[in-house]
Each structure stands twice: as C-alpha cells, then as structure tokens.
C-alpha cells in the first residue's frame, strides 16, 4: 500500500483480515467515525468473497457522554443492517469520573467489548486502530517517559479479558481508509472530541504536520514502534531465560513461604533491564493492588542494589537487610536472598483491613 490516498482494494482487504478467516465469529468495534466505519465496510466485503467466513457482530458502545452518541449508534446499525450484518449498541452506564476520563472510557469500552464477544460465541474482537494511532500513542509514551514495553506502542494482537483483541488496520493510513469510504459513498460521524484540545491526544495530533515535515510522520513513527516491539520481545525472552536460571539456582533450598525468592548474589549477575522485569513480574503477581508503576519498580531496585553493594553493613541477628511494600507486594532482603511475598492488606485508621488501593500502571 505504496499510496496512502489510494482506496484499499479487495485483493489488500483479504490479506488484512486473512488471519481470522477460520474464526467462528468476530465482533467489530465501529463508533461510527471513518476508521471502524471502513473497518465494517472492508470485512463485509471480505466475508462476502468467503464460501464460509466467520460470523459478524457490530458492536457500538455507547459512553454516554456525548448527546450525539444515540444518533450515531443508530446510523452504525442502519449501515451494519444495509450490509446484512447483527448490530449491537452497549451502553456504560452509572457514573463517569471527574479527572482521567479518556482512561476509564477505554477500559470501560474495551470491558464492554469483551462482554459483547462472549454473547456473541466470537473468537476476537476487531478494532479500528490505524497507523496514525500508533504514532499518536508512541509520541503519548515517550513524553511520559514510558520504558522499552510501553514504547513499543500497540500490538496488533493483545489477550484480553479472555478475548483476543486484534487491530488489523494498524500498518493502515487515516488518509486510506477515507479514501475507500469515499469511493463507497458512504458516509461516517465526525466525533468533536477527536479535536478537543482539553485531551492529550488531540493536542499530539496537531502537532504531527509539523513533526512529519521534519520526517516524524506518522510511518516513520510508527516503523520505531515496530521496531521496539522487537527489541522488547528479544527482552522478555531473556527475562525468561534469568527466571528459569534463578529457579535453577533454587532448587535444593529450604522449602519458602508463598512467594518468589530470588538469590542475592545470582541476581546481581544479572542486566539491570532483566533484574528490573523480573521485580516487576514478581510484584504484579504476588502484589493485590494492581500494576506498579515502573517508575517505583525502578526505585525499589536501586535501594535492593544498594543493599547489596559491597561493604554494605549486614542485619544483625539475620533480620532483613531491606523491607519494602509496593503494589500489595512485600520485597524484603535477608539471608542473601530476595523475597516476595503478598504483603499483609492495609488497616483503615479505625482498624478494619481496608481494600486494595490501585497503582498507577506504568510500561
């Protein structure tokens, strides 16, 4: 797809969707604005080219935050039902929050989703994101300082809530995906919000013009977003690697309590980056209070390898060295090992054990 003004042909249609041609059924996510709108167009096209394809499902959340929403969802259905197509609208109901709406509006609508495909006996759910969007969350990540996972942006397959997200149009221009809708003549919603400068992204896409003159458009952006993405799985397969040499280490030592416990010295071999993950692994494991945030992770691991250094003064009577609690997890460091365990749940000032309190997750 050399022109990214030129419409998407059935030929390219049936190599993006080729992957879930065996899948029982398939839900879309389509809001009505042009992406998930071609995204309907495009696969009813391609399941109509099958001598047996997968069942579809259009789904449309409603958030409830906008008036025109209902009338949208209902301009969704009279398009799905003109292509023969089931049709759904969710709704997410009860109250919105008042800071990080953008945030619980996604987990709300990608909670919905799910629901919506286990309804509808279907192996994935199928969105819209287009390579404008993956250039817009990289740009998002990297201003907040997000590590080597969360740079790698979105993956065009993710499990989820026991659902296989999947984005096929994210190697897709914007610019493509009208194109085709105009060629169809069909029409599509224009979501306000997608140009309200109160939000972070729509304040980042201004800007790319400006950033694609100076060469960060939105394919070299999103190829760095391709690119580590590999490198953070060649990452992961070495954290695998030191987990299995830890465990390897272990065997032989006195039975521990619930948890992981690491051996100091053997742990301090290892590259920061995959002492960091490993940390990271165990305390979202074991922890009850959601992701930790990387940033304190990467704390936690400086004060454990201070601990360590040498002619650092060691605990009398065996006690620990170092005692930490992050995400509901307990970290301690005594007897030349790292511990971690669930840490005991907090008490209220009254005394009653009070309930998990959520981390900020980080990447």
Same mark, same amino acid.
């Given at each position: ?175 493509? /995906?009208?194109? *085709? +809708?105009?060629? @169809?003549? &069909? =029409?599509? %919603? ?7 400068? !109160? ?122 060295? /170092?005692?930490? *609690? +992050?995400?509901? @997890?307990? &970290? =301690?460091? %005594? ?7 669930? !840490? ?20």
């Amino acid at each position: 797809m050399s022109d990214d003004n030129s419409p998407i042909s059935a030929r390219v249609a049936k190599q993006l969707f080729a992957a879930f041609r065996n899948a029982p059924a398939l839900v879309l996510a389509v809001s009505g604005g042009p992406d998930s709108v071609a995204l309907m167009w495009l696969a009813a096209r391609w399941q109509r080219s099958l001598a047996r394809g997968p069942q579809l499902t259009i789904v449309t959340v409603d958030h409830g935050l906008r008036a025109d929403a209902a009338r949208e969802a209902r301009e969704v259905k009279r398009l799905a039902t003109g292509l023969g197509l089931t049709h759904r609208t969710v709704r997410w109901r009860g109250a919105k929050p008042k800071t990080g709406l953008p945030a619980a509006a996604r987990e709300a609508r990608y909670r919905l989703l799910a629901e919506a495909a286990r309804k509808a006996g279907a192996s994935h759910v199928l969105t819209a994101h287009t390579r404008d969007d993956q250039a817009e969350t990289l740009l998002m990540r990297m201003l907040r300082g997000s590590g080597l996972a969360g740079l790698s942006a979105m993956a065009s397959l993710t499990a989820r809530d026991g659902i296989v997200l999947a984005r096929p149009l994210l190697d897709v221009p914007k610019s493509q /995906l009208v194109a *085709t +809708l105009k060629r @169809a003549k &069909i =029409s599509f %919603a224009d979501d306000p919000t997608n140009r309200d400068t !109160a939000f972070t992204r729509p304040r980042l896409r201004a800007l790319l013009p400006q950033l694609a003159a100076e060469g960060g458009d939105s394919r070299s952006l999103a190829r760095l977003a391709s690119r580590l993405s590999r490198a953070n799985a060649a990452v992961e397969v070495l954290v695998d690697g030191a987990e299995r040499f830890l465990q390897l280490r272990a065997r032989g030592d006195a039975p521990q309590a619930a948890g992981r416990s690491f051996e100091a010295e053997a742990f301090a071999l290892l590259p920061e980056e995959v002492r960091l993950r490993l940390l990271l692994r165990a305390v979202n494991s074991l922890g009850h209070e959601g992701p930790a945030e990387l940033g304190k992770v990467e704390a936690l691991l400086a004060a454990l390898d201070q601990a360590m250094a040498p002619g650092s003064r060691a605990a009398p009577n065996g006690r620990a060295i /170092l005692k930490q *609690t +992050l995400a509901g @997890a307990l &970290i =301690s460091l %005594a007897g030349g090992r790292i511990h971690v365990a669930p !840490a005991p749940a907090r008490r209220s000032k009254a005394g009653s054990k009070a309930g998990p309190r959520a981390e900020k997750g980080g990447s």
